[in-house]
């Protein structure tokens, strides 16, 4: 950065990742240079009004009320000079955005980076416990709510006094403290904060489905950036698109889609007053002129029949994007209105869509090629790009990247200057990406891994389907079997002879080892409020195992807690026990007992010239029947972690570890080995005293050989230890 930043709260900035952590930056295209200092607020809405003539254009849309761009500013400038006078907040500071899809909330959102403040957009169904979370991370200095949302936040600021504070409120219209009359009071003129291009726009938090959320820095290079990428070179948009849809403003897909990209070609943006459902929304677009619809797949698919109904004469482009988009829905929607859907992967990390194609480019079953400005290839575990036609991890580069705030999983995401989203990819011969599954939503069942997503795109075409949602259950003896749970049309009954009809329809269409072994029928499938599928809800909804009979090779049984369901976390699974009576292999979950012989019952071993170990044994040796307890987490009981802080998590992993020994009848007297798993080893030295104080109220003066290692990180992405054990239980007189 040449030009000295203007953000003097330097909050953000002090907590970026090392830059050597930071991602390559590729600024390839003529239209990505921009100069050292600018503010993108300034760049999408004054350059629109000075320089390209745009002011009496329509620009945001209600049911009640119409701004042009020439208005929008307007109102923008009062409400930064109401944030900057009034509330005297800094270039730097935080502000809080709590609403949905409005005008409000977007006026808001551009005043707010016009000022030179960051931006913590946040979705509207969170609850006061979640919304406290951002306020920890993120330590707003204000927050603009829509008033119909006030009592959460209020809730949420109470837990935390002295971090946010000022609240103010929109939508309230009769209220004199609505931000709309408090903005009213203020000059309608405002000089852009001069920000740096590198300077923060805004904080962007993921959902935190797979672990605590993360927050993204974007800056106001990176968004313009993503402006003059896929829109410019796929979505072609023109400045007489009308642009609808249901993602929040609080998820990038929406704050592009439906603000900030259309702002950039001259469009408008229809904000409806109500929450849309399929029917209204069909209506709405066809009401209002929508020319273009951001949505994710399966509103798609609710929305066909309407749409066949009703018709949408103006529609041309419709965008789909959040989750993977089945061919079924694809060629569903094109049959109900003649358009070819634009698919498109993008990332919270990444700000928006960098695989995409449109028209004539697309090809079925493939997501598209990489957007001009961006690279993308499939690699290896060890970043090596695989063989055309090979399933591999995508990993990308371009204008924008990753950089987490104050987040020790930055280096998972960016391990060698490439993002990787954490998505399964295979790339064709002729550049087009396939998308297989998330990384974690791949199962592998006898050897053959098999991609979700592709099992439900087969189950969309049978005539019974509405919904489905593919998953991989444990399995004994194939490692995972494929489960479909499924949601049928009206008028099907969700029976055996169903099952068998599903069945045998995708052993008819794709490879015969891909089809569902067993299926659930539900009314409905959990989503996000983006409409993603849940499929981590899906797998903990999914029945535990079943107790297994005696094996003939191995003679014994295997058990598990009654309050824990078996389920993968970290180095091993976190609930499972097995006793195994006589020699035998544990191939199962994660607590196995079997005969060990040795020598005496917790025998010390160490040389005769070393030292004692410091509260520990160097080594111990045992007779009796050997426990292995599989790594815990510090998650409770309901699979949830209470706290992100390294002793709280040791204390609740400890008691598990507690809780599974006395489940086969042993305690933590029986220990004889405990190996730690640490993702900081500075945290676990620095720490020590305190580990000291946990582990004797818990576990007692029962000190077991012991060692610890630093991993790179843990299959639950907010665990921070995992601990297993082995114990001894002696045999019975």
Same mark, same amino acid.
């Given at each position: 950065?040449t030009?000295p930043?203007?953000?003097?709260?330097?909050?953000?900035?002090?907590r970026?990742?090392?830059?050597d952590?930071?991602?390559?930056?590729?600024?390839?295209?003529?239209?990505?240079?921009?100069?050292?200092?600018?503010?993108?607020?300034?760049?999408?809405?004054?350059?629109?009004?000075d320089?390209?003539?745009?002011g009496?254009r329509?620009l945001?849309r209600?049911?009640?009320?119409?701004?042009?761009?020439?208005?929008?500013?307007?109102?923008?400038?009062r409400?930064?000079?109401?944030?900057?006078h009034?509330?005297?907040l800094?270039?730097?500071?935080r502000?809080?955005?709590?609403?949905g899809?409005?005008?409000g909330?977007?006026l808001s959102?551009?005043?707010?980076?016009k000022?030179g403040?960051?931006?913590v957009?946040?979705?509207?169904?969170?609850?006061?416990?979640?919304l406290?979370?951002?306020?920890?991370?993120?330590?707003p200095?204000?927050?603009?709510?829509?008033?119909?949302?006030?009592?959460e936040?209020e809730?949420?600021?109470?837990?935390?006094p002295?971090?946010?504070r000022?609240?103010?409120?929109?939508?309230?219209?009769?209220d004199?403290?609505?931000?709309?009359?408090?903005?009213?009071?203020?000059?309608?003129?405002f000089?852009?904060c001069?920000?740096?291009?590198?300077?923060i726009a805004?904080?962007a938090?993921?959902s935190?489905?797979?672990?605590?959320p993360k927050?993204?820095v974007?800056?106001?290079?990176?968004?313009?950036?993503a402006?003059?990428?896929?829109?410019?070179?796929?979505?072609?948009?023109?400045?007489?698109?009308?642009?609808?849809?249901?993602?929040p403003?609080?998820?990038?897909?929406?704050?592009?889609?439906?603000?900030?990209?259309p702002?950039?070609?001259?469009?408008?943006i229809?904000?409806?007053?109500?929450?849309?459902?399929?029917?209204?929304m069909?209506?709405?677009?066809?009401?209002?002129?929508?020319?273009t619809?951001?949505?994710?797949?399966?509103?798609?698919?609710?929305?066909?029949?309407?749409?066949?109904?009703?018709?949408i004469p103006?529609?041309?482009t419709?965008?789909s994007?959040?989750?993977?988009?089945p061919?079924a829905?694809?060629?569903?929607w094109?049959?109900?209105?003649?358009?070819?859907?634009?698919?498109?992967i993008?990332a919270t990390e990444m700000?928006h869509?960098?695989?995409?194609?449109?028209g004539?480019?697309?090809r079925?079953?493939?997501?598209?090629?990489v957007?001009?400005? &961006?690279?993308?290839?499939?690699?290896d575990?060890?970043?090596?790009?695989? #063989? !055309?036609?090979?399933? +591999? *991890? @995508?990993?990308?580069i371009?204008?924008?990247?990753?950089?987490?705030?104050?987040?020790?999983?930055?280096?998972?995401?960016?391990?060698?200057?490439?993002?990787?989203?954490?998505d399964?990819?295979?790339?064709?011969?002729?550049?087009?990406?396939?998308y297989?599954a998330?990384d974690?939503?791949?199962?592998?069942?006898?050897?053959?891994?098999?991609?979700?997503?592709?099992?439900?795109?087969?189950l969309l075409?049978?005539?019974a389907?509405?919904?489905?949602?593919?998953?991989?259950?444990?399995?004994?003896?194939r490692?995972?079997?494929?489960?479909?749970?499924?949601?049928l049309k009206?008028?099907?009954?969700?029976?055996?002879?169903?099952v068998?009809?599903?069945?045998d329809?995708?052993?008819?269409?794709?490879a015969? &080892?891909?089809?569902?072994?067993?299926?659930?029928?539900v009314?409905?499938? #959990? !989503?996000?409020?983006? +409409? *993603? @599928?849940?499929?981590?809800?899906l797998?903990?909804?999914?029945p535990?195992?079943?107790?297994?009979?005696p094996?003939p090779r191995?003679?014994?049984?295997?058990?598990w807690?009654a309050?824990?369901r078996?389920?993968?976390?970290?180095?091993?699974?976190s609930?499972?026990?097995?006793?195994v009576?006589g020699?035998g292999?544990?191939f199962?979950?994660?607590?196995?007992a079997q005969?060990?012989?040795s020598?005496?019952?917790?025998?010390?071993?160490?040389p005769?010239?070393?030292?004692?170990a410091k509260g520990y044994?160097?080594g111990?040796a045992?007779?009796?029947?050997?426990?292995?307890?599989?790594g815990?987490?510090?998650w409770?009981?309901?699979q949830?972690?209470e706290?992100d802080?390294?002793?709280?998590?040791?204390r609740?992993a400890?008691?598990n570890?507690v809780d599974v020994?006395?489940?086969a009848g042993?305690?933590?007297?029986?220990?004889?080995r405990?190996?730690w798993?640490?993702?900081?080893?500075?945290?676990?030295?620095s720490?020590?005293?305190?580990?000291?104080?946990?582990?004797?109220?818990v576990?007692?003066k029962?000190f077991?050989?012991m060692?610890?290692?630093?991993?790179?990180?843990l299959m639950?992405?907010?665990?921070k230890?995992?601990?297993?054990?082995t114990?001894?239980?002696?045999d019975?007189?």
């Amino acid at each position: 950065m040449t030009t000295p930043s203007a953000q003097t709260d330097r909050f953000v900035h002090d907590r970026l990742p090392p830059r050597d952590q930071w991602p390559a930056f590729r600024y390839d295209l003529p239209e990505l240079q921009f100069p050292d200092q600018v503010n993108l607020v300034q760049r999408l809405l004054d350059d629109a009004v000075d320089l390209k003539g745009w002011g009496e254009r329509p620009l945001l849309r209600s049911p009640q009320v119409t701004f042009t761009y020439a208005e929008t500013r307007e109102r923008v400038n009062r409400i930064a000079n109401y944030l900057v006078h009034d509330l005297k907040l800094q270039p730097g500071n935080r502000v809080l955005l709590r609403g949905g899809n409005s005008i409000g909330m977007a006026l808001s959102w551009l005043a707010v980076v016009k000022a030179g403040l960051v931006a913590v957009a946040t979705m509207p169904l969170l609850r006061a416990l979640e919304l406290g979370k951002v306020i920890g991370k993120a330590q707003p200095v204000a927050a603009i709510c829509d008033a119909r949302l006030l009592p959460e936040l209020e809730q949420a600021q109470a837990a935390q006094p002295g971090v946010l504070r000022h609240i103010v409120r929109f939508g309230a219209a009769d209220d004199p403290q609505d931000l709309g009359a408090l903005a009213a009071r203020q000059p309608a003129s405002f000089t852009a904060c001069a920000t740096a291009a590198d300077d923060i726009a805004l904080l962007a938090f993921t959902s935190g489905t797979t672990g605590a959320p993360k927050a993204v820095v974007h800056t106001h290079r990176d968004v313009l950036a993503a402006c003059e990428c896929w829109p410019r070179h796929v979505l072609r948009a023109t400045p007489d698109d009308v642009v609808t849809g249901s993602p929040p403003l609080a998820f990038t897909f929406g704050l592009g889609g439906l603000l900030l990209f259309p702002m950039w070609a001259g469009a408008s943006i229809y904000y409806p007053d109500v929450p849309y459902n399929p029917e209204t929304m069909v209506r709405q677009m066809r009401e209002h002129g929508v020319t273009t619809c951001y949505t994710a797949p399966t509103f798609y698919r609710q929305m066909a029949p309407h749409a066949r109904a009703i018709g949408i004469p103006t529609l041309r482009t419709c965008v789909s994007a959040g989750e993977a988009l089945p061919d079924a829905t694809r060629q569903l929607w094109k049959d109900a209105t003649g358009i070819e859907m634009l698919d498109g992967i993008g990332a919270t990390e990444m700000f928006h869509i960098f695989i995409s194609s449109d028209g004539a480019d697309v090809r079925r079953g493939a997501i598209g090629k990489v957007v001009p400005g &961006y690279q993308a290839k499939v690699v290896d575990d060890e970043g090596r790009e695989v #063989p !055309r036609g090979t399933v +591999g *991890k @995508l990993a990308v580069i371009g204008p924008t990247g990753c950089r987490y705030m104050d987040d020790a999983r930055q280096t998972r995401y960016v391990p060698d200057g490439w993002n990787r989203p954490g998505d399964a990819f295979v790339q064709d011969a002729d550049g087009y990406f396939h998308y297989q599954a998330r990384d974690d939503d791949m199962i592998i069942t006898a050897g053959y891994n098999v991609g979700g997503p592709e099992v439900e795109d087969c189950l969309l075409t049978h005539p019974a389907v509405a919904e489905c949602g593919v998953i991989g259950k444990p399995d004994d003896e194939r490692g995972m079997v494929i489960k479909a749970v499924v949601v049928l049309k009206a008028g099907h009954a969700g029976d055996a002879a169903m099952v068998k009809a599903l069945q045998d329809h995708v052993k008819s269409s794709i490879a015969p &080892y891909k089809y569902p072994r067993e299926i659930e029928f539900v009314t409905a499938l #959990p !989503r996000t409020e983006t +409409g *993603k @599928l849940q499929r981590f809800k899906l797998r903990e909804k999914s029945p535990p195992l079943r107790r297994f009979a005696p094996s003939p090779r191995q003679g014994g049984q295997r058990w598990w807690p009654a309050q824990v369901r078996p389920r993968r976390s970290g180095m091993a699974c976190s609930a499972a026990l097995c006793a195994v009576d006589g020699y035998g292999v544990c191939f199962t979950w994660c607590v196995c007992a079997q005969k060990f012989w040795s020598m005496d019952m917790r025998k010390v071993l160490h040389p005769a010239d070393w030292a004692p170990a410091k509260g520990y044994a160097n080594g111990i040796a045992a007779r009796g029947t050997q426990i292995y307890v599989g790594g815990q987490i510090g998650w409770n009981a309901q699979q949830q972690f209470e706290s992100d802080d390294f002793i709280a998590q040791t204390r609740q992993a400890l008691i598990n570890i507690v809780d599974v020994l006395k489940v086969a009848g042993a305690g933590p007297e029986h220990m004889v080995r405990m190996t730690w798993y640490v993702v900081s080893r500075d945290e676990y030295n620095s720490r020590l005293k305190e580990l000291g104080g946990v582990y004797r109220e818990v576990i007692g003066k029962n000190f077991p050989a012991m060692s610890c290692v630093q991993v790179a990180g843990l299959m639950e992405a907010r665990a921070k230890v995992e601990i297993e054990v082995t114990a001894v239980l002696p045999d019975a007189p």
